[in-house]
């Protein structure tokens, strides 16, 4: 065995080739939501198998009911090393509305931003097919110089992550004992910021439901019938308009129950980490809380729960003007959970809150889009500091234990199915336009992660 | 000249001829509010042109800044005739969702349906080409037959009437001296029922907007940004919620200046026409009216004004689930206006009103889409009167006044720019699906309209 530091420069030097093996990743469309892009899903957990062959994993494609999970498997290179389940997800979002993009959102790019910052462009840069390659080509500097690797190494790539993730369960179940390892280090979350990486302790758990309102048996000619018929947007803008009163509470029966005050030392904690509602929402061009009021962008974005409305159609929404009453309206609506929130009580909340709200010549339709809770980890533990101190040791600041608004249920599962702890550690910054339009991840991010991941895996090997 | 019995056995007997040509009609995709369908409007205008022009009408398309119109003129048998201006436009409403035709829209088809019904099956059947080429037919058996018409006639078919008639009123001011006429036949409103032929003394007017609400520079992950930006769907949903009260009365400041109550016993005759809020609602699939509470549903429809979303759309709304927060949320709403409501007033205090919800980090556009005031016709006239006879001779049931949902704003620009009283009879049934998927025209309304205006243009000739 080499020291870390000969493992580091080569990852330096492989620099340009992982690139391009990052390059070949983003450029298949492994849309997991929407079924016309299933043949490229599978298309990228084989271009992940074939990669992870070369390095002399154990790797498959493992089908599931959706989309394939990839499993692949290394031995450490002395026996009683620590065994680490690396996860990430190859699966990306929708594109759309794709005229926004300014680059081509599959055929990514380096792009010297003002100031000198080099970007890599593209869908699923940042999130994760950018995150989990730089695990990959962490591996492949330890093989590069030792031939080894210091940990016993299991790899679970998902494609269902952006859709729901509806056979990761199932998939964790029947083959528990050949995923379970001693820790689980799950790479899709950001740092603090470019300077500061971070460890995320706490994510809120997710509830996403589709309601479909029913009116008349067609859609209506406004003038004939106005005034007269039902009309299934105003329906649904009244069950809309009512989910929040006027505080920004959200107003389903029960909504709170299992939701704690955040302790007011880790409140101090986030204060000092410096950011203000200005900076948090100045980024995207607002200024004003919408949530809760009385409370920190933090504290809302990482220890409240929501509601958020992610989709609405009805009626006409082409060029020009119908004068229409349309026969139905829908929407997506999600929910945020925090602390003990219970997915199935939000989700039968938010049913029987919808319900109450139908007249009765009309109808509802509901289904079901995932659900989660929250997952809070220990502040304090073995791996969390070792994984700190690992951290600071690579990037300018020291690393820091944040919160995280989204949702990633594995974390969950990995505790409850796998008995595993979790470590949240990833290098995407929040003005990565995630799920968005001009998706891009630092190249900073990327080449420090790798060598980050070099220095994780050293130290977990003590 | 022969008696009209030989004309209305010459209808009779053109018929099948009758019906192809209108079928060729229908086939031109004239969708006016889809600029993709301009060279289809232009192509419908030319249609109606030669088709004129054969008959022997002095006929024209003449160019607009939108699609064109077409002008015909035919003089009459006898010196001292009156003089009609006939009124119909050629463009049709879009056909989404295409896949809830049963027969192609624009592949028209006789159906017979149960019971022996024959129906006409096609985009713009009945509205609005069916019922313009009852009057074209008509002629055409009055040349047939006499080589001459009863009335001096001017047409005047429009291409924009589904998409707010922008070029209209500049067309009838520049035009006026060769517009004028004696009286405007209007053909673009339904029957009583299957036997009872209606004349409408009163339409509601229009005021159509669009709002486009804008939040956050970019589309945003609602797990990162979710509880702390704004959302524009909720900012929309809680605006259009807010446009009616719980008695379903319109919220908007001074919304109700200038609608009167309906005279009592205008209300008393409209009980004796046997119309029911279970016959109304019921051939809807509907049963409880939705708009201001203790009116009948004629009352609700002919002469109360509503406020209506015509369609709605924002963030994601494709298969599957997406966590975003949209940047843009939009609404299409319009108004049906009665008595003296005017329409740049409504129009104002609805921006005022969604304005004033706007937080001041967020911003609204508007589009305007057309706006027209009600139109009420005077219920007691020469005019009304003979062409009440004629329809009674020509149908089992006597006609009878109507009021009208719908707005058919030309009428007030024949009356404040022509000085000239119109006659709308149209033969349009309220199962018609207008505007909707499997729109059709019954046959037995394009036979008898055409008799009708036999009739009619004999009455009127004296």
New interface residues.
Partial sequence: MTDTASILTRADDNLPQSLERLFDLVRIQSI????AYKAECRKAAEWLVAELTGLGFDASVRDTSGHPMVVAHHAAGRAGAPHVLFYGHYDV??V?PVN?WDTAPFEPSIKELDGGRKVITGRGTADDKGQLMTFVEACRAYKDINGSLPCEVTILFEGEE???SPSLKPFLEANAAELKADYALVCDT?MWDRDTPAISAGL?G?V?E?IVIT?????????????????P??I???I?????DETGRITLDGFYEGVEETPSQIKAAWETLGMS?EK??GE?????????KGRS?ME??WA???A???????????????????AQ????V?F?LVGTQDPDRIRAAFRSYVASKI????SVEFHE??GSPAIQLPYDSALLNTAKSALSDEWPKPAVLIG????IPIVGDFQKMLGMESLLVGFGL?DD??????EKYELQSFHKGIRSWIRILAALAG
Same sequence: chains 1, 2.
């Fill in positions: 997991s939501t929407d079924p979002q929708p759309d926004l952006e859709s729901g950001n809120r997710l996403g589709e009116a008349a048996d067609r859609d209506l000619h406004s003038g004939y019938f106005g005034g007269a018929a039902a009309n947007i105003h649904l803008a009244n809309l308009a009512g989910l929040h509602t948090f929402l995207i061009g607002l200024a004003i809380p919408s949530g809760e962008v809302l974005t409240r729960p929501t958020e409305v992610n989709g609405i159609w009805g009626g006409y929404t082409g060029e020009g003007f119908k004068t229409v009453i349309a309206a829908s929407a997506k999600s945020r007249p009765a010549d009309c889009h995932g995280m608004g989204g949702s929040a336009r995630i799920h968005s339009p001009n």
